[in-house]
C-alpha cells in the first residue's frame, strides 16, 4: 500500500517517557524512516548550566511505515502504541510533517507550544521558512509562527520575523 507520493505516510508513535531517542535508534536500526524533532533548552543547576537538546513532541516519535507491516514496530521496547481512533492508527499529514522538519531544519529558535485550533493562519513568502502556512501569534513582543499536528493536538512556535508573512 504506497501512497502516490512513492512513500508510506507518516504515523505517531507514542513511546513511554524519555524513551523517545532509544525508540528512534532501535526504528534506524530496523531500516525506517523516522523523525525525532528537538529544541535546545538551558538547564539550571546549583552548580552549572546546561544547554540539552529536548523533543519537540515528548512521548512521540514520528515512522514512516506500511500499516499492514507494523509488526516490526510495534515489537520495539518502550513503544506503547501508534496513535489513532481505537484500534486504528491514523497518518500525518505530510504537509505538517514536513513543516515541522522544516522548521527544525531553518535552525531558528523553537520550543513545544499549547494546540491552537482559533487564530489568523498566515502563509510565510520570505525567509528560511518561505511557503510554509501556520498561525502567528505574538508572543512577548516577538513574532512566532505556531505549527500544529492535528492528530497530537501538539504544536510548535518558531520565532520569526512578522515581516514575513501574508494572511
Same mark, same amino acid.
Given at each position: 500500500?504506497?501512497?502516490?507520493?512513492?512513500?508510506?505516510? +507518516?504515523?505517531? *508513535?507514542?513511546?513511554? %517517557?524519555?524513551?523517545?531517542? %532509544?525508540?528512534?535508534?532501535? *526504528?534506524?536500526?530496523?531500516?525506517?524512516? +523516522?523523525?525525532?524533532?528537538?529544541y535546545?533548552?538551558?538547564?539550571?543547576?546549583?552548580?552549572?548550566?546546561k544547554?540539552i537538546?529536548?523533543? *519537540?513532541?515528548?512521548?512521540?516519535?514520528?515512522?514512516?511505515?506500511?500499516?499492514?507491516?507494523?509488526?516490526?514496530?510495534?515489537?520495539?521496547?518502550? *513503544?506503547? %502504541?501508534?496513535?489513532?481512533?481505537?484500534?486504528?492508527?491514523?497518518? &500525518?499529514?505530510?504537509?505538517?510533517?514536513?513543516?515541522?522538519q522544516?522548521?527544525?531544519?531553518?535552525?531558528?529558535?523553537?520550543?513545544? +507550544?499549547?494546540?491552537?485550533?482559533?487564530?489568523?493562519?498566515v502563509?510565510?513568502?520570505?525567509?528560511? /521558512?518561505?511557503? /510554509?502556512?501556520? &498561525?502567528? /501569534?505574538?508572543?512577548?513582543?516577538?513574532?512566532?509562527?505556531?505549527?500544529?499536528?492535528t492528530?497530537?493536538?501538539?504544536?510548535?512556535?518558531?520565532?520569526?520575523?512578522?515581516?514575513?508573512?501574508?494572511?
Amino acid at each position: 500500500m504506497e501512497f502516490g507520493n512513492g512513500y508510506f505516510p +507518516w504515523f505517531a *508513535l507514542r513511546v513511554r %517517557s524519555q524513551c523517545e531517542n %532509544s525508540v528512534a535508534a532501535d *526504528l534506524a536500526d530496523k531500516g525506517y524512516e +523516522w523523525f525525532l524533532p528537538r529544541y535546545k533548552s538551558r538547564r539550571v543547576w546549583s552548580d552549572r548550566i546546561k544547554e540539552i537538546q529536548l523533543p *519537540l513532541f515528548p512521548g512521540y516519535v514520528f515512522c514512516r511505515f506500511d500499516l499492514h507491516r507494523r509488526l516490526p514496530i510495534v515489537t520495539i521496547p518502550g *513503544l506503547v %502504541s501508534i496513535v489513532g481512533m481505537g484500534k486504528s492508527p491514523i497518518p &500525518i499529514d505530510d504537509a505538517e510533517i514536513a513543516g515541522i522538519q522544516a522548521a527544525v531544519r531553518s535552525g531558528l529558535p523553537s520550543q513545544p +507550544w499549547p494546540f491552537l485550533q482559533i487564530g489568523q493562519r498566515v502563509r510565510i513568502n520570505y525567509g528560511p /521558512l518561505c511557503d /510554509l502556512e501556520g &498561525i502567528l /501569534l505574538d508572543f512577548r513582543g516577538q513574532s512566532r509562527l505556531v505549527l500544529s499536528v492535528t492528530l497530537l493536538q501538539r504544536s510548535v512556535a518558531v520565532n520569526m520575523d512578522a515581516a514575513w508573512v501574508t494572511p
